[in-house]
């Protein structure tokens, strides 16, 4: 629905330009040695494409609605894959070869041309070791505590000497089992498979929770867990004389005994390398010997928490999870005109799949001649509890096979998701616990940080659930010290940095939906384009459906509202903010702009700018800025000065142009949910949307022409955000 809003109207309430006295300033540093960034908008700023439903698929990447997604101004794609977060291996091509007969092994996809892709899945990993991690919360089990003597947890073999060259005790894998509370232990029986470990330590955490505070703890050796002959089997192991009460238990293991499984291929080195375990039983032993088991066995969610090192990508056809989601097949996505004709940033998985697939992957995409820009090495590390110095190790072995491919392709790394503080694991034997300083160490050691040829991670600053409006005034300083986080943890200063993917938070809600996350959207890009970031990916491009989302409100990542068949019923607050930046702040395509500082010296009284501005040289001659207003409720009015530390102070002069995006323009209506006591239908929630929300008025953007003198006071309508843009008085 379109709200058209009368001319004296939007003159009252928009933006208007007066010459009285009274107001406050933006002041932005125009010395030319002080330019905090230089950048080309068709490079810098773009979008993610990720695995969504199959139909979103289909329609988002077809007129309309591609069309309408166009409209936003996002240029550079990056292509996001979302199987290493589902802990599956991911066929980019459905036809390829196998490492076994029978559908079953390590899977290889065709370098050679046939039917277009259309659409690509995972499949999920039969030796997976975790209920749960970052990235897959709540779907699926281990094989660890599933109850079930068929099955069984192996790590990845390409985390062994035949494949690092390193001694396995330079990589050693672990299971951890968190009992959920605190509770008596006294022996353990291990139900090894093959490969088993020879050498082994079974420990306790002494601290807080090891797997989200890694550093406020330690892993403490029992006195009876020190294994140095292993020999496998099921014997019960007693690991101290008396019961101890803890709740964390890690199995540590650093030497195998490399031996194959009887139904494994053992021509294949991957079947017998690693470490295997069928199922794990703990607790304390009665005077008979008998350990009274106190974990649970079970194929879901409920059985007791199981994480893991890493996990073998050996899989079987029939291992096929759900077709309804998907992600683009390569040649859907690079005909449809999503990319622009432009090169895109395309990902290979890496923590649960083989070089050769990812070699594969590439040389399909050359011998179909589609432009690539960057290879994004794997994706959310640290949701899966990869060492750095494993991910190194993978890192490098991709690399190298990449490289012998096309010498040429820029690799980067290594996607970390959302995070507003340094990324801290246990601490290595020299007692260093940054995982991205370990990481890079790990290449230097190995005489290949060349090889990363840009450092890239996510953003999602916000608990979605917890967002209020004062959180707004945080961005600015939550993106810009990310930024120097990875800096000082040694990421060299000629090493691009981008974010891959990005939005208010890893959890939809209908704040989302709200003028809050346009306002948020413009302080995010522009915070991190001053910081020095070289580039920012917009997420999620296609339209998706509401779903949902924290305190049961119905939200969505995309840019659009659609009905139940993906047709677009209006924009939100994103999509005209993604407009002012990418069609009014910058000019659209390859040429160079500068970004100056700006402040002004609106604040609430609490040290909190109200008013941040972010200003461009741009290369028609304009200046340009682009201004957020954060003050909910009020208006406020400033003058614009420009000032060069060797020349006079100067302002706009004469016509300057004018775009405005606030409450005038848009405001978003909640939908009503209801409460159900228990669901009415299958797996339906306990509180049930009755509708969605929409907004009225839903733009558009207002621009205006005015005149402007050294005298000119802007007025910056109530949470707004404003592109004022125009040429300065000559000095």
């Known amino acids: 629905m379109k709200t058209r809003v009368p001319v004296f109207a939007c003159c009252l ?25 230089h950048f080309r908008p068709n490079e810098t700023l773009g979008a993610g494409v990720d695995r969504i439903p199959s139909e979103a698929v289909d329609t988002g990447l077809a007129k309309p609605n591609l069309g ?211 199922e794990i039983y703990l607790g304390p032993t009665s005077a008979d010997g008998e350990l009274h088991d106190i974990l649970r066995h079970t194929e879901d969610q409920e059985q007791t928490t199981t994480y893991c090192s890493s996990v073998d990508p050996w899989h079987e056809a029939s291992d096929l999870g759900t077709t309804h989601q998907a992600q683009a097949g390569f040649d859907l996505f690079f005909n449809s005109g999503v990319t622009r004709g432009r090169p895109a940033m395309i990902p290979i998985a890496l923590v649960y799949d083989t070089p050769e697939n990812a070699v594969a992957e590439i040389a399909y995409l050359e011998n179909r001649k589609y432009p690539i820009s960057y290879i994004e090495m794997g994706e ?50 020299n007692g260093k616990t940054s995982w991205v300083t370990r990481f890079l160490d790990y290449l230097k050691q190995h005489g290949r940080i060349r090889d990363l040829a840009f450092f890239s991670f996510e953003h999602y600053p916000y608990d979605g659930c917890r967002i209020p409006w004062g959180s707004l005034y945080d961005e600015t300083e939550l993106v810009s010290r990310v930024l120097q986080i990875w800096r000082d943890d040694g990421v060299p200063p000629e090493t691009p940095m981008f974010i891959t993917e990005g939005n208010l938070s890893s959890a939809a809600s209908e704040t989302y939906m709200d003028i809050f996350s346009g306002l948020w959207l413009a302080d995010y890009i522009g915070s991190f384009l001053a910081a020095g970031g070289n580039g920012v990916y917009y997420f999620h491009y296609l339209p998706l459906q509401m779903e949902h989302g924290c305190n049961d409100s119905p939200g969505t990542y995309g840019m659009f509202s659609v009905d139940a068949q993906y047709k677009i019923q209006q924009p939100l607050a994103q999509f005209f903010v993604a407009q002012l930046i990418n069609l009014e702040w910058v000019t659209p395509g390859a040429q160079p702009h ?60 004469g016509s300057v142009a004018l775009s405005t995006f606030g409450k005038a323009q848009y405001q978003w209506h909640p939908g009503h949910t209801r409460y159900v006591g228990h669901a009415e239908y299958p797996g339906e929630p306990s509180v049930v949307a009755e509708s969605f929300g929409h907004a009225d008025p839903d733009g558009p953007i207002l621009h205006a022409e005015q005149s402007a003198t050294a005298d000119t006071i802007y007025e910056l309508p109530a949470a707004s955000v404003v592109v004022i843009r125009g040429h300065l008085r000559e000095q």
């Open 594 to 653: 500068d970004l100056y500082p700006a402040k002004s010296d609106v604040d609430d009284g609490a040290a909190h700018a109200l008013v941040t501005a972010y200003a461009l040289k741009r290369p028609d001659g304009q200046w340009s800025l682009l201004v957020v207003n954060r003050d909910q409720q009020n208006a406020h009015r400033v003058r614009i000065e420009f000032r060069d530390q060797n020349q006079p102070p100067s302002s706009f002069v």
């Open 380 to 429: 959310e590390m640290e949701g899966q509890y990869l060492s750095p110095e494993d991910y190194g190790a993978l890192y490098i072995q991709w690399a190298t096979a990449l490289h012998h491919l096309d010498p040429t392709l820029k690799l980067g790394g290594p996607g970390l998701g959302g995070l507003n503080e340094d990324l801290e694991s246990w601490p290595s034997a």
């Open 68 to 278: 309408r997604a166009l409209e936003s101004g996002w240029q550079p794609i990056s292509y996001r894959n979302n199987t290493e977060l589902s802990i599956e291996a991911w066929h980019w091509n459905s036809q390829g070869t196998w490492s076994e007969p029978g559908e079953k092994g390590y899977f290889t996809g065709s370098v050679t041309p046939g039917e277009p892709i259309r659409h690509s899945y995972g499949y999920s990993l039969p030796h997976r070791g975790f209920t749960r991690n970052d990235g897959t919360p709540n779907a699926g089990f281990s094989r660890i505590t599933d109850g079930d003597d068929r099955t069984y947890w192996k790590s990845n073999p390409y985390l062994t000497q035949h494949f690092t060259g390193e001694s396995d005790s330079l990589h050693p894998q672990w299971v951890v089992l968190d009992l959920a509370q605190v509770q008596p232990v006294d022996s353990i029986r291990i139900k090894w498979a093959e490969p088993y470990a020879t050498r082994f330590l079974v420990q306790h955490w002494i601290g807080e929770d090891p797997m989200h505070s890694p550093t406020h703890g330690v892993w403490q050796t029992y006195p009876g867990g020190a294994i140095e002959h292993g020999h496998g089997g099921s014997d019960i192991l007693r690991l101290q004389a008396r019961p101890l009460a803890v709740r964390f238990v890690r199995i540590l293991m650093s030497e195998s005994s490399n031996t194959c499984a009887a139904d494994q291929a053992s021509s294949d080195p991957r079947s017998c390398a690693g470490y295997a375990i069928n």
């Open 13 to 37: 309430a928009c933006l208007v330009i007066v010459t009285l006295t009274a107001a406050q300033t933006i002041q932005i540093d125009i010395s030319p040695a002080h330019a905090t960034n």
